[in-house]
């Protein structure tokens, strides 16, 4: 591991940690029904935290095909990306209960997408372009179930606004990972590991660290 790649790391978790901590200190102000989100923001970069101390420690690595995997990133990803997905659908319902069969489908076709893109970061060319592929077009479903339907119940049900600002918050990072995969050492390799190694961290402290606060803040102005 190269030293600009353990710094990313390190940075990495010690973002998530503080994220918790004022995550944690912002949750007791907000009104007792919209706690919920303060715990799905902090779940999301404590798990966060784990994984990327995982990787900076030399624990959350794997050494396939002739490369090194950082298997931790979608450990993290397969557990995070879910609750996100929870968070943001908070918004479009006033329960959840109401949207658990909607919620399902969106979280199936994430934890696809996710595991189909670890095995084809297990693999070589081809075959990884292939897995890429198959991932994307989960990925498309994941965007159509949350501009689609999910959107629809938060302007009948939800708020619409928060929901719109955070779903376009999440599609516009979440486009971004496919292509850093894309180009990286899962791909084609045209941008050093370090380079990649700094793009997801970038990527994961906007998606988790940043989600978080604005959507503890809509929740604080929430009805």
């Known amino acids: 591991m190269s030293s600009g790649v353990q710094l990313s790391f390190t940075i990495g978790w010690i973002a998530m940690l503080l994220g918790g901590v004022l995550f944690w200190l912002a949750s007791r102000r907000l009104p007792e029904l919209e706690k919920r989100h303060g715990v799905a923001a902090m779940t999301i970069v404590f798990v966060a935290f784990a994984n990327y101390l995982a990787m900076a420690l030399g624990q959350g690595d794997l050494f396939f095909n002739g490369r090194t995997v950082y298997f931790a990133r979608y450990t993290d990803w397969v557990i995070t990306t879910p609750i996100l997905l929870t968070s943001l659908a908070m918004f479009a319902g006033n329960t959840l209960g109401r949207i658990a069969t909607l919620l399902a489908a969106l979280i199936a076709a994430d934890v696809y997408m996710i595991v189909t893109?670890?095995?084809?970061?297990?693999?070589?060319?081809?075959?990884?372009?292939?897995?890429?592929?198959?991932?994307?077009?989960?990925?498309?479903?994941?965007?159509?179930?949350?501009?689609?339907?999910?959107?629809?119940?938060?302007?009948?049900?939800?708020q619409i606004a928060p929901y719109s600002k955070l779903a376009g918050m999440l599609t516009a990072l979440w486009v971004c990972y496919p292509i850093v995969w894309l180009v990286g050492s899962s791909g084609?390799?045209?941008?050093?590991?370090?380079?990649e190694s700094w793009l997801y961290l970038v990527l994961d402290v906007t998606a988790k660290v940043g989600f978080g606060a604005v959507a503890l803040n809509a929740a604080r102005q929430a009805r």
């Not at 095995?119 to 991932?135: D, E």
């Open 117 to 158: 893109g670890l095995v084809g970061n297990l693999s070589i060319a081809p075959y990884n372009y292939y897995w890429w592929v198959i991932s994307m077009v989960a990925f498309f479903v994941v965007l159509g179930l949350i501009w689609g339907p999910l959107r629809r119940r938060a302007s009948e049900d939800g």
């Open 188 to 195: 084609a390799g045209m941008i050093s590991v370090d380079i």
